[in-house]
């Protein structure tokens, strides 16, 4: 196994910027989801996808969008950078059903001045 | 709506006491539980998980946790702390019947003192 990787692994961007962060999933692993994690936060559920379809969506905006791809990568694009951005973005993705569990990458640090 | 609540921002044990975090979730059906361990600037590792079979689950590094229907809890235990278990600990849910994504509490920073 691969494991989840993801990139890059710190960024810095200025307000209303747009940013692409990247992941590449353990092969076979369709559901991929991502979360945003807050200094001194819980992860919290932005989207996810199985099979580069969106089946899934936490309370974020429209400005927060995602892509996943055929070959088990995917995006998180994010437009208008805000000052509340700033923040540990996690990629997940899992082999089968929601009993499976999630396995996560070691996240992007992201920090928007 | 489905929540998490983890009692304790931050617990502190001796190396080789007993480690007790604690998980309550607000479902009236039992969901899906996880205990997810992060280390500094690192991702989220699967400890262990409950998917409706044995109560009592073992996980890696020695964590276990028991689901208590009653209680509607999650508590994860490990009988003698190690100084490499000192770490965040997060409990998160996952509705049956949904997409499965997760819900997580807000974690516990388990500290270890020697």
């Known amino acids: 196994e691969t494991g989840v990787t993801q990139s890059p692994t710190h960024l810095i961007k200025t307000r209303g910027q747009q940013v692409t962060l990247r992941c590449s999933s353990q092969s076979g692993h369709n559901t991929v989801s991502w979360y945003q994690q807050a200094l001194g936060q819980g992860p919290q559920f932005i989207f996810q996808y199985y099979r580069e379809e969106e089946n899934g969506r936490g309370n974020f905006p429209p400005r927060f969008s995602g892509l996943q791809f055929p070959n088990y990568s995917s995006e998180l694009n994010v437009n208008a950078l805000e000052l509340d951005d700033s923040a540990l973005y996690l990629c997940a993705s899992r082999l089968g059903g929601p009993n499976y569990g999630y396995t996560f990458g070691s996240g992007t640090r992201l920090t928007v001045v | 709506a489905q929540s998490v609540t983890q009692l304790g921002s931050h617990v502190s044990v001796s190396e080789g006491a007993l480690v007790l975090l604690r998980c309550n979730y607000s479902s009236s059906v039992p969901p899906y539980l996880f205990w997810y361990v992060q280390y500094p600037n690192q991702g989220l590792q699967l400890l262990l998980k409950?998917?409706?079979?044995?109560?009592l689950v073992k996980g890696i590094n020695g964590f276990e946790a028991e689901f208590k229907k009653s209680e509607t809890s999650f508590h994860l235990t490990k009988p003698s702390a190690h100084m490499s278990d000192a770490a965040e600990y997060f409990c998160?849910?996952?509705?049956?019947?949904?997409?499965?994504?997760?819900?997580f509490g807000k974690g516990t920073k388990l500290s270890v003192k020697p």
């Open positions: 409950y998917t409706s079979a044995a109560t």
């Open positions: 998160a849910v996952s509705e049956r019947g949904s997409q499965g994504n997760l819900i």
